[in-house]
């Protein structure tokens, strides 16, 4: 039988988050019902609130979460009733071209549950990123559930599901950090200090932080940046210069653009070594623009990337992750500013545009 449930929707672009009752139906086949145990506040439900994903409305928000497994469908043998799992929005098909010419964590095809979550009127509802958490109960694809150490905190490796993994993956994943390297990471907020914890995870000898809030660049230093640099009153020539004085003049190994604007990608692009990589992580509005001379591209050479969702394989990386939080060695929970009630999330985004956070978690 359907379920109905509470759960956090976006009615129509920048309107206030509502709490309302949901119905889940029951699952199809592959498909299951999870119960939510927790689900940070991320950037990407902003952008499904204010329109700025798609105009799919209403939208269930939340997408980056933990729980576990409470009813399954017909064909479901990935997961069991009583597994604790972190969601993914990349449950890779394992068919489409990216898979079969070998990097799946390029899929273009990944599954999604099929029947559709409504409001008790009958209202279809857009899960944000296929999965929609702010909810005390959702339904996904049985691939959108990878199984790790139920022993985990839900509200620090829930994080795994979005944010922290884009920034340690940037790192580790996309830009292909070796032991030595330097690198230098540009904006410190959750993704960026995410993908500082990467950098030294993966043996960095340099870490240099980049933002205009000393505040942060003190957090990134907990994180394990071996050097700061406050950008504010700097223009774009100073950054590269400071980047540079602090790695023998020629710049860093590999930089990581965890803003997303046209400003920080030339800074993320000069400030790098020859032949070295820019990781571009933040993500750009529709209507930003870059310009920059062709004959600099072909010059400087190296690797120029963009890096989705830390070009992870949940499979494998959430598990290994979350055994290195158990051991001490990955610092999730320190990523948890805050745990809030699900009828919190729309003071946890303003909290979150003036950067007071790293991350909000609805505990449910």
Request: with cysteine; aromatic share 6%; hydrophobic share 45%.
């Amino acid at each position: 039988m359907p379920i109905t449930v509470q759960g956090a929707i976006a009615r129509s672009k920048g309107a206030p988050v509502e709490l309302t009752d949901i119905v889940i139906p029951d699952p199809g086949y592959g498909e299951v019902v999870v119960d939510i145990d927790s689900c940070g506040v991320c950037h990407t439900d902003f952008h499904y609130k204010e329109g700025g994903i798609n105009d799919e409305f209403p939208f269930l928000l939340g997408h980056e979460a933990a729980g576990r497994v409470s009813i399954i469908g017909e064909g479901v043998t990935h997961v069991a009733v009583g597994d604790f799992v972190v969601l993914n929005w990349r449950a890779v098909c394992g068919d489409c071209r990216a898979c079969k010419r070998a990097e799946p964590w390029y899929c273009f095809n990944t599954f999604n549950a099929t029947q559709k979550m409504t409001l008790v009127d009958g209202t279809e509802l857009s899960p944000a990123l296929g999965i929609g958490a702010f909810a005390e109960k959702t339904l996904v694809h049985e691939r959108q559930c990878t199984k790790v150490n139920p022993d985990a905190d839900p509200a620090a490796v829930g994080l795994l599901g979005c944010g922290i993994m884009a920034g340690i993956g940037a790192a580790m994943n996309t830009g292909n950090v070796k032991p030595g390297n330097s690198v230098a990471v540009i904006g410190c907020g959750g993704v960026g200090d995410a993908a500082v914890v990467g950098a030294k995870l993966a043996g960095a000898g340099t870490i240099i932080a980049i933002d205009r809030d000393a505040k942060k660049l003190a957090k990134a230093t907990e994180f394990g940046a071996t050097h700061t640099i406050d950008s504010a009153g700097l223009d774009e020539d100073g950054v590269v210069a400071a980047v540079q004085a602090l790695t023998g003049g020629f710049g860093a190994d590999v930089v990581i653009d965890a803003v997303g604007r046209p400003e920080t990608w030339r800074q993320a692009f000069y400030a790098r070594d020859l032949a070295g990589t820019v990781v571009l992580v933040g993500v750009p509005t529709p209507e930003m623009m870059l310009e920059i001379p062709l004959a600099d591209v072909f010059g400087r050479g190296g690797s120029l990337k963009s890096s989705w969702y830390g070009d992870c394989l949940p499979e494998r990386d959430f598990p290994m992750l979350t055994e290195l939080f158990l051991q001490g060695r990955l610092p999730l929970a320190d990523f948890v500013s805050e745990r809030i009630r699900i009828d919190e999330i729309e003071a946890a985004f303003a909290k979150m545009a003036s950067g007071d956070v790293l991350r909000s978690v609805v505990m449910l």
